[in-house]
């Protein structure tokens, strides 16, 4: 269930066993893995479901020096998170990613 809590008044009381605060990858994630295990779970997102504005960004407001892109450019303030413009992949890992490599320090 979805709810906003603009719907709300102070007569409503909402308790669960856990309170995830943040739906970006890990929030969403979490909260799914304990739902599937019987955990009541309430997940908070400061921007709602819809699609982040100009104004719900202004905490990732900042710039960069050295070229570098600045942290609202990486940062989404909607549900999600960054999720919603990462152009990546997640995939296992492989064998070779655990090897040890003379030229990366700390490898293996």
């Known amino acids: 269930m979805i ?6 008044d102070n007569e ?3 308790s669960s066993h856990i309170c995830i605060v943040g739906a ?11 739902d599937g295990a019987g955990v009541s779970v309430i ?3 400061a921007s709602g479901t819809g ?3 100009r104004v719900s960004q202004n905490p990732y407001a900042g710039t960069a ?3 570098h892109l600045p942290p609202s450019d990486f940062h989404r303030r909607a ?3 960054a999720t919603t413009i990462w152009g990546g992949r997640c995939i296992p890992y492989d064998p070779i990613d655990f090897e ?8 293996g």
């Open 43 to 45: 997940l908070l997102e």
């Open 51 to 53: 699609f982040f504005g």
């Open 65 to 67: 020096t050295g070229g």
């Open 12 to 14: 409503n009381d909402i």
């Open 3 to 8: 709810l906003s809590s603009q719907s709300l």
């Open 79 to 81: 549900f999600g998170d």
């Open 100 to 107: 040890r490599r003379d030229y990366a320090l700390n490898s």
């Open 24 to 34: 970006g990858a890990a929030g969403i994630s979490l909260a799914c893995e304990l």
